[in-house]
């Protein structure tokens, strides 16, 4: 029977990586950030996305092993 963890995890580390990578690679764009306060959202949420997506998936390798 599928884990649920592992497709929640998949979705959010491949959208975590991806969102950490525009928000580090717009960084230096003021006018992007400008309505922010010049902080950069994208980059943020990326990687709490990122560290949910792993730990979703580490939970499932904990689980199995």
């Given at each position: 029977m599928?884990?649920?963890?592992i497709p929640i995890g998949l979705l959010f580390t491949v959208l975590g990586i991806m969102l950490t990578a525009y928000g580090i690679f717009t960084n230096a764009?003021?006018?992007?950030?400008?309505?922010s306060f010049q902080f950069n959202v994208n980059l943020w949420s990326?990687?709490?996305?990122?560290?949910?997506?792993?730990?979703m998936l580490i939970m499932v390798k904990r689980k199995k092993g």
């Amino acid at each position: 029977m599928l884990d649920i963890r592992i497709p929640i995890g998949l979705l959010f580390t491949v959208l975590g990586i991806m969102l950490t990578a525009y928000g580090i690679f717009t960084n230096a764009s003021e006018t992007l950030y400008s309505k922010s306060f010049q902080f950069n959202v994208n980059l943020w949420s990326g990687v709490c996305m990122l560290v949910f997506g792993l730990v979703m998936l580490i939970m499932v390798k904990r689980k199995k092993g």
